[in-house]
């Protein structure tokens, strides 16, 4: 299954444990294959970077830049399509939409009210967590 994280899940996947954790550790297993783009490779390390998180950072010894690395390792890297603008509130969002074109997704994973009120983009259907690990198989 050919997925695209947005950076909620993500960020919630590398610091904390539960689904999002679980959907990372499904890409280190080949059940999934993850997707990423540069922008979104840039919004992790933005987020990770941000104050709020300094301390879980730190409580697991880990840099941003490092944990950046590790995803650039485990996502595959896609040139994201351009698109018209689609979720208004959240243009960032519109970032995750274009690299799941780009990446032929079946499906995005996010936390985000935006994103998820959406519930399908194209063909590419839009998931929290929870709901990606009932769909893969052995999970």
């Avoid at 079946?106 to 998931?127: A, C, F, P, T």
Wanted: proline share 6%.
């Amino acid at each position: 299954m050919r997925v695209v994280a947005d950076t909620n899940t993500v960020v919630s996947g590398l610091l904390w444990s539960g689904a999002p954790r679980k959907v990372l550790d499904a890409a280190r297993k080949g059940s999934i294959q993850l997707f990423t783009s540069a922008a979104l490779l840039v919004e992790l390390e933005d987020v990770l970077g941000r104050d709020k998180l300094a301390k879980r950072l730190s409580l697991i010894n880990v840099s941003p830049q490092e944990l950046v690395l590790g995803y650039a390792a485990l996502a595959t890297p896609v040139t994201p399509l351009t698109i018209p603008p689609v979720i208004f509130e959240d243009p960032d969002d519109d970032a995750v939409l274009a690299c799941a074109l780009a990446a032929q997704a079946e499906v995005i994973v996010s936390g985000d009210g935006h994103m998820l009120s959406l519930k399908q983009y194209l063909g590419i259907d839009i998931l929290t967590a929870p709901k990606l690990i009932e769909r893969i198989p052995g999970e």
